[in-house]
C-alpha cells in the first residue's frame, strides 16, 4: 500500500492550518505529493451559480491557494481550485486523480447544528472511495517519534481580509 | 480477555476494528501508517454490552459465549505488513465510548476505523465512526469499507439486456 497523493481541501480557515500539518508530516514520511484544494463557492444565493461567471473569483482564490505551502521542508505540492458544491467537488477529484488519502480539518459541530448545517468533513468521509483522514482544531500535538520534527511554522493563509 | 494493560505507550497508532464484520483493509491501511511512524499498532474491538430496558439484537449479546467467539476471531486478526508491532484489546460496552475511552487513556497519535458510509437516516443518526470523529481527540482516519473489496471479489454485474 504506497501512498502518492495525498488531497488536502483548502477552504482558508483556521481549521486548514492543522490540516495542512498532517498532510505534511505524513507525505514527508511516506514520500507523497501534497494536492492543495479549493472549491470555490460563489458569494451569491443558492442557484444562481449559473448567472455567474466564476473565473475571476477562482483566479483570486488561486493566488490565495497558491500561498499555503507544505509546513514540513522538501514535500512537493499542487495547486488547484475548482467550482461548485465543495464535499462533492473534492470526492470527484479524489476519484479522477487517484488520491490515496484525503486530509481534511472539521470544526466537529454537534447537536442541531450537525443535522442544519452539515459538514464537508462528513459528507467526504461517507462519499470519498479512499482513506480520510479528519482532524479536530483541538486535535492533540501529532508526535510520532520517528518523524522528523525540525519544520518551519506554517506562514500559509495569508491575510485574512 | 477484557483488559487494559499497564503500559501507557504515547503516540500509537489505534485501529478500531469489529471482528464480527472484519475488514482486512482497514487493519493493513493502519499497519502502513504505524510502519511509516515506527510505532506500535493497537488493535481494539468492542464487544457490545447488553441494552438496558431494550430489546437487544443479537438475543446473545453479552453472552459469555459471543465473548469467547469474539475474543478467538480477534486472536486471528493479521496483517500483511511486515515489521509492524501489534497489541490487541478486547473491550466491552458501547462500541464509540468505549473507543473514545480507549484513545483518552492512550492518547495516540492516529485512530484509524472503518465505515459503511450509510446514508438516508442512519446519515442523521450517526455511525460509530462519525460519532468517533465528532467527538475524539486525536486525528481519526476513516476508512469506506466498500472501497476495499477487491475488483475480483466483487459480485459480477449482470448482463445489459
Known amino acids: 500500500m504506497k501512498i502518492n497523493k495525498i488531497l488536502c481541501p483548502i477552504d482558508f480557515s483556521k481549521h486548514n492550518q492543522i490540516a495542512n500539518e498532517y498532510a505534511s508530516i505524513l507525505a514527508s514520511s511516506t514520500g507523497a505529493e501534497i494536492i492543495y484544494f479549493h472549491v470555490t463557492v460563489p458569494e451569491a444565493p443558492y442557484g444562481a451559480y449559473g448567472n455567474i461567471d466564476p473565473s475571476d473569483i477562482m483566479a483570486k482564490d488561486m493566488q490565495r491557494l497558491r500561498k499555503v505551502v507544505p509546513s514540513v521542508a522538501g514535500v512537493s505540492a499542487t495547486w488547484e481550485v475548482d467550482f461548485g458544491p465543495t464535499a462533492k467537488r473534492i470526492v470527484q477529484f479524489s476519484n479522477e486523480h487517484a488520491v490515496d488519502l484525503i486530509v481534511v480539518g472539521t470544526h466537529g459541530r454537534s447537536g442541531i447544528d450537525r443535522v442544519l448545517m452539515g459538514s464537508v468533513a462528513e459528507a467526504v468521509v461517507r462519499k470519498a472511495k479512499c482513506p480520510v483522514l479528519a482532524i479536530k482544531p483541538q486535535a492533540s500535538a501529532f508526535e510520532p517519534n520517528a518523524v522528523p520534527m525540525e519544520s518551519e511554522v506554517l506562514n500559509s493563509g495569508g491575510e485574512s481580509s | ?161
Not at chain 2, 50 to 73: A, F, H, M, Q, Y
Not at chain 2, 91 to 115: H, Y
Not at chain 2, 129 to 154: E, G
Open chain 2, 1 to 161: 480477555m477484557i483488559n487494559l494493560t499497564a503500559t501507557h505507550e504515547k503516540n500509537n497508532v489505534v485501529c478500531a476494528i469489529d471482528v464480527t464484520d472484519f475488514d482486512q483493509g482497514v487493519v493493513d491501511l493502519a499497519a502502513t501508517y504505524a510502519k511509516y511512524f515506527k510505532v506500535r499498532l493497537e488493535l481494539v474491538h468492542v464487544t457490545a454490552a447488553p441494552n438496558r430496558g431494550t430489546e437487544n439484537w443479537p438475543p446473545d449479546v453479552g453472552s459469555p459465549s459471543r465473548l469467547i467467539e469474539e475474543s478467538k476471531l480477534l486472536d486471528s486478526v493479521v496483517t500483511q505488513v511486515p515489521t509492524v508491532v501489534i497489541s490487541k484489546y478486547h473491550l466491552s460496552g458501547l462500541a464509540a465510548n468505549s473507543i473514545l475511552d480507549f484513545i483518552d487513556e492512550q492518547e495516540p497519535c492516529l485512530l484509524v476505523m472503518g465505515t459503511h458510509g450509510r446514508k438516508g437516516l442512519a446519515k442523521i443518526f450517526g455511525s460509530v465512526a462519525a460519532k468517533v470523529m465528532r467527538r475524539s481527540a486525536c486525528p481519526v482516519m476513516v476508512l469506506r469499507q466498500t472501497t476495499v473489496v477487491p475488483a475480483t471479489q466483487s459480485t459480477p454485474k449482470l448482463a445489459e439486456k
